[in-house]
Structure formats: C-alpha cells, structure tokens
C-alpha cells in the first residue's frame, strides 16, 4: 500500500517492485530496480527516507527515521545505499547505510550509525546509536564489534547478492 504523508507519496519509477503487502508512507525515495518484499513498513513521516539502486527490503522490514527538534534540527533521516541487501525482520531507524552492504536477518541498526561500504552485519546484531562501521568488515554481535576484514569472495558476493533480488524483482514484474 502506497500511502501520502501530509501531501508528500513515495515516489520510484516502474523498475521497482513494491509488494502490495507493503506498506509505504510519505516522503520516500526509492532508486532504479530495487524491491521491497512482503510485510515491510516504511514510514516517511517525522523525515525522510531515501533508498538507493539495487537495493532490496526484504520481508518483515522496518525503516523509520529520527524526528527534527530544537536539540536536533535536521533529526536522522534514514539513507540507504545502492547494491544494499537488508535481510528478513531488520530494523533501520535513522542511520545511513553506505554501498554494496548485507544486513542480516533481525539485525537491528540504531538512530545517527553510520555504515561505511562494502560490510556485512551479521544476522541478530545490534548496532547502537551514533555507532561507526567501518568499510570492508565483518560486525557481529548485540553491541556489535568489528570481527575481520572480509574476504575478496565476500566483497564479490555483495553485488551479487543485490543482483539476485534485481534478477528476482524482474521475475515478479513480469507476472503483474
């Protein structure tokens, strides 16, 4: 369900696949062949949220945001990169993800953290507000920690695995 938010409706263009049990509200922006996949609630309401190319949401997502106050004048939109894979039941509110980043199942990423390119999160990880990622590790764990730079197939593999969603999302596409 595509919904408006005082005015403002998600917008993307026809190479994105939105499932119809989703639910999307407000101020979004989704970029070119990304997907969002059954029972995913996306409220663009209090900010906004912008979603890169390539970028899949996988079933049972939460996306929301960090409202503007006096203490914090522009709150913590939520950014997400291109060639982004969040798993099944991730939660993301107001932080920005860099590129080419694998978020895995039920993690949970917290209010102004900052995830740099080319990471994987581990699934269950917890990564607390104003936290930094560095690129091109591996985080795991509730508070997350740094665990090892990933290798040159895990790199390989986080484009890949942006382009199955994009190869899966044209699947579903063709059938509607």
Same mark, same amino acid.
């Given at each position: 369900?595509?919904?408006?938010?005082?005015?403002?409706?998600?917008?993307?263009?026809?190479?994105?696949?939105?499932?119809?049990? !989703? +639910?999307?509200? %407000?101020?979004?922006?989704?970029?070119?062949?990304?997907? +969002?996949?059954?029972? =995913?609630a996306a409220r663009g309401?209090?900010?906004?949220?912008?979603?890169?190319?390539?970028?899949?949401?996988?079933? %049972? !997502?939460?996306?929301?945001?960090?409202?503007?106050s006096a203490s914090n004048p522009e709150g913590f939109p939520l950014i997400i990169g291109d060639d982004v894979t969040v798993g099944h039941k991730v939660m993301l509110h107001g932080c920005k993800l860099g590129n080419r980043i694998l978020v895995g199942m039920g993690a949970i990423i917290m209010d102004n953290a900052t995830v740099g390119d080319d990471v994987i999160i581990g699934g269950g990880a917890l990564v607390p507000p104003n936290?930094?990622?560095?690129? %091109?590790?591996?985080? =795991? %764990? !509730?508070? +997350?920690?740094?665990?090892?730079?990933?290798?040159e197939q895990e790199l390989s593999f986080?484009?890949?695995s942006a382009q199955?969603? +994009?190869?899966?999302?044209?699947?579903?596409?063709?059938?509607?």
């Open positions: 369900m595509i919904r408006s938010y005082k005015g403002i409706v998600p917008k993307f263009d026809e190479t994105v696949y939105i499932d119809e049990s !989703s +639910v999307l509200v %407000g101020d979004i922006e989704i970029g070119e062949h990304s997907s +969002v996949w059954p029972l =995913v309401d209090v900010n906004y949220i912008k979603i890169g190319k390539r970028t899949n949401i996988q079933d %049972g !997502s939460v996306l929301h945001l960090t409202r503007k936290k930094k990622l560095e690129s %091109g590790y591996l985080y =795991v %764990g !509730s508070p +997350v920690k740094q665990s090892r730079p990933l290798t986080l484009k890949t199955n969603y +994009v190869d899966l999302k044209n699947e579903y596409l063709e059938e509607a």
